[in-house]
């Protein structure tokens, strides 16, 4: 029986938006001109007892399909295929980030239900960077350092700050370089905690930035303006 659909935005999609349609335990869900590209099958039982595929096509669209059983003997099925009670078993294969990612009827337990000697499944990445390009090796070198000051309402605080070239290369691809400032005071400026849970409920302090500025007056204004919006919006 037909219940209802709503339209819903997805990042994934060029167009932002899909739409998603209930039809009783069923939910069909679809976005067209999809960013990504990949197909999956998963059967779970956790919280609910779920049954689902869903398909991406780049520049064409997205789609999924779920049956979410309430009902006691689908729910026995459902387990009885997963093998284990509150799991998932997923057969896979996904592209992203530069990666082939397979997967068969792989186990996803949170709860510690697979047995030692019970098969988990198939799990395989394929990182097409790594192997073509090679393995990207990771450099960081200080060019500039020294001391500034760092003007807040109370007073000044004693700031040390480095310049640093960080570099990423791979042996058949260009170098990578971005410059970052860091700034560290070595007590902190103190500032409220955000008072959202129990344990920032006391005055917190921030101690460095790392990041990428234009220059180091930027890097240091950074690192004021960060304290500045804390005092003012914490706690909440």
Not at 9 to 33: H, M, Q, V, W
Not at 158 to 179: E, L, V
Not at 211 to 229: R, S
Request: overall charge positive; some cysteine.
């Amino acid at each position: 029986m037909f219940n209802h659909y709503i339209l819903e935005k997805s990042r994934d999609s060029i167009i932002g938006t899909g739409i998603r349609i209930f039809l009783g335990n069923l939910k069909i869900e679809a976005y067209p001109f999809t960013k990504s590209f990949g197909t999956e099958f998963t059967i779970q039982d956790d919280f609910e007892s779920t049954i689902s595929f869903n398909l991406h096509i780049p520049l064409l669209f997205s789609f999924y399909i779920g049956y979410d059983s309430n009902y006691l003997i689908q729910k026995r099925i459902i387990r009885k295929l997963v093998g284990f009670k509150y799991g998932e078993r997923r057969t896979s294969i996904r592209i992203f980030d530069w990666s082939i990612w397979i997967n068969f009827w792989l186990a996803e337990d949170n709860c510690g239900n697979i047995k030692e000697n019970q098969w988990r499944g198939f799990n395989k990445c394929f990182n097409t960077r790594r192997f073509f390009l090679g393995e990207s090796k990771y450099e960081s070198k200080t060019v500039k350092e020294g001391i500034a000051v760092i003007e807040m309402e109370e007073g000044s605080y004693k700031a040390t700050w480095k310049m640093n070239i960080d570099s990423w290369k791979r042996p058949r691809w260009f170098k990578k370089t971005i410059t970052r400032f860091e700034i560290e005071v070595k007590d902190g400026i103190s500032h409220p905690g955000k008072g959202t849970t129990s344990y920032n409920c006391e005055d917190d302090a921030l101690y460095s930035v790392y990041g990428i500025f234009d220059n180091l007056e930027a890097a240091l204004q950074n690192f004021k303006n960060t304290v500045e919006y804390n005092r003012k919006n914490y706690p909440l």
